[in-house]
């Protein structure tokens, strides 16, 4: 696909550190075989747009016969987005859906009034050492859409609008930007695009978006003569046009944003919803654990266990 005219190689550079509103610096969980960064939700800013949890995992590099073992745990009120850049592991949900999630393509499952699934790394993949490392993100459902039936929808690496031109390459996950648009179904308007850029290479943020943020996953970026490493976050003000230039070593961003929804979210444990209510009704749900009848079920093939609700 040929490069957008937009990104031409003259791109707008941020006039001052001003047009950052929000610096973020994820914390950090060691898990034993890998170490999650958490940048959302952040103390000074609970969403991107839409987007309400961003974890970084890895880079990790597990030994042979170790792997990850999320247990079956349930989900409201969001979406979750997996994208891998090395490494592999196998979703399973109750909606039925056993996917190998592979680096490159998109695993969008959406939780609506209620969704139940595992991530495990397969046997043969822990016959030998492998690497794991990607990004984890949620995104909070708009109000409307919060009772829709749960759904999980994969795209391939080649069904994803890809741009290379010019020291830049993006490939469009989820969203629009650019021109293009990802075919993965949302419920908002957003944009959520892995970039690489070459050593001094600039890219411009998508401007028709009212939310606006940053993660830089390796390298650095420069913004108004400040650089900015790996693990950090930036949130833009809305409006300003607003160029990345890669530093030395290149880059590779993970940008994120888009429409602001009505209202702040509460977050309990896996649950995300605009109302306690709402939370309070799938956390005695769970706890009920009536996976027959009640709201949440079990995964097909990996029901024998399942992650507890924490006591508070």
């Known amino acids: 696909m040929s490069w957008n005219p937009a990104l031409a190689p003259v791109c707008p550079d941020a006039a001052s550190l001003d047009d950052i509103e929000t610096l973020i610096i ?3 969980r060691d898990l034993g075989s890998f170490e999650v960064r958490r940048a959302l939700p952040a103390p000074a800013r609970q969403m991107v747009g839409p987007f309400i949890f961003f974890d970084q995992m890895g880079p990790a590099e597990f030994v042979t016969h170790e792997g990850i073992d999320v247990r ?4 409201i009120g969001l979406s979750t987005v997996t994208y891998l850049y090395e490494g592999e592991f196998m979703h399973r949900d109750s909606v039925g859906s056993q996917q190998l999630i592979l680096p490159g ?5 959406t939780a609506g009034r209620g969704v ?3 991530e495990r790394t397969r046997p043969q993949t822990r016959e030998h050492p492998h690497p794991l490392f990607g990004i984890q993100t949620w995104v909070a459902l708009p109000e409307e859409a919060e009772d829709v039936p749960a759904d999980f929808e994969h795209r391939k690496e080649e069904d994803l609008p890809y741009l290379d031109a010019e020291g830049k390459k993006a490939r469009l996950i989820v969203g629009s930007a650019y021109g293009e648009r990802s075919p993965v179904k949302t419920f908002s308007e957003m944009f959520y695009v892995d970039v690489i850029l070459e050593p001094g290479a600039i890219i411009p943020l998508p401007d028709e978006h009212e939310d606006r943020g940053v993660y830089v996953v390796q ?6 003569g400040q650089d900015f490493e790996s693990g950090q976050m930036m949130v833009f003000r809305p409006g300003d046009r607003i160029g990345l230039r890669a530093g030395a070593q290149g880059a590779r961003l993970m940008l994120l944003g888009g429409e602001t929804l009505s209202g702040p979210r509460y977050i309990w444990w896996n649950f995300v919803a605009s109302s306690k209510e709402r939370i309070e009704v799938a956390k005695e749900a769970w706890r009920q654990g009536d996976w027959h009848n009640g709201m ?3 995964p097909a093939g990996d029901d024998s266990e399942f992650a507890k609700a924490p006591e508070n």
């Open 105 to 109: 393509q998109v695993n969008w499952m």
């Open 72 to 75: 079956p745990h349930p989900h």
């Open 116 to 118: 139940t699934h595992s």
């Open 219 to 224: 390298g650095s970026v420069n913004v108004a």
């Open 296 to 298: 949440f079920h079990l």
């Open 26 to 28: 994820p914390r950090s």
